[in-house]
């Protein structure tokens, strides 16, 4: 069973996932409470998990066999399926949706101990790319009206498993976070005649003082009124509402940038845990400049607890600015 049901007062989707709770959880708080079980990541496991949708792999190599470096599977333990079965209620009090999507593991290496802030280069454009090409192929389910991908790092970043690997999952709706940030830009952009996230990108240009680092195509910098701190967005710096049209030159330039961002956080920060969340256009987008899509780099450091649950208003310790000049300052290592 899997549905979406809306909460009455909030309007807020979530999705009800019963499967969820056999999933297994690898990652615990302490080193010493992590059992060794086996990681269906691993190379030579390829049989314990469901068979691959897509793949980098070496010439000749067949799926779901060993020569993969960049591996994309459905998640055995999905939140949200292709063939679920609940009614669809709009008309009664409490209303639910069937969780019709997709729920993919994007596995980003066969080593399970790799940093993917030190991947080669080519190596982190090809798991952009495999985002690309999963979104590209999501999006014709004429379904699916949103995909969210997103990476946990480490315990903190509630990931289940160590091995490194980020998820994507499609969705019938468009959910509130992204809903929120599509309303203002429209809002915007109706009112300006721009797109309010180019805008932003020449105030952080024009003040200098949150941003970390910049490529040809891409400009990283700590948001202006963040939820955590140390809480980085990195944006083409030429407008671009969909990710899924990012050209080859861009994806190897966002690869880049990331990575960046990844080393000198840790610089800063020691190893730590992290969400990364990645933010594009909904199917039907109003206007192309209603949105403009982003990456979210969220630190997790910092519990979240009572007031940021109880209020929705975020208390953040450390500035944006403080936080851009310490990232700024770090030296930044070059990948491997
Ligand atoms: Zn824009
Ligand atoms: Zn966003």
Known sequence: MSELRQDPITKRWVVIANARNNRPVHLKKNAEENKPGVNPFAPGNESLTPPEVFAFRKEGTTSDTLGWWVRVIPNKFAAVSLDVTCDEDLSGFHKKKPAVGSHEVIVETPDEHADIALLPHDHMTDIWRAYRERMQTLFQNPVTEYVQIFRNQGYGGGASLPHPHSQLISLPLVPKNIEEEV??????????????????????????????????????????????????????????????????????????????????????????????????????????????????ILPRHVQRAGFE??????LVTTSPEQAAGWMRESNNPEPA
């Not at 690869?255 to 199917?283: C, F, I, S, W």
């Not at 649950?309 to 975020?314: E, I, Q």
């Open 309 to 314: 649950f109880g209020s929705g208003c975020y």
């Open 183 to 296: 309303y203002h830009c429209g809002q915007y952009a109706e009112i300006n005649g721009r797109c309010l996230f180019c805008d932003l990108i020449v105030e952080e240009q024009r003040t200098k003082t949150r941003i970390v680092a910049e490529n040809e195509d891409f400009i990283a910098f700590c948001a202006y009124a963040p939820r955590f701190p140390f809480e980085t967005w990195i944006a083409p710096k030429n407008h671009a509402a969909d990710f899924s049209n990012a050209t080859e030159n861009m994806l190897t330039n966002i690869a880049a940038l990331y990575q960046e961002v990844l080393q000198r956080l840790a610089q800063v920060l020691g190893k730590l845990d992290y969400n990364m969340v990645l933010h594009t256009a909904p199917r039907n987008l109003k206007s192309p400049l209603a949105y403009h899509w982003h990456v979210e």
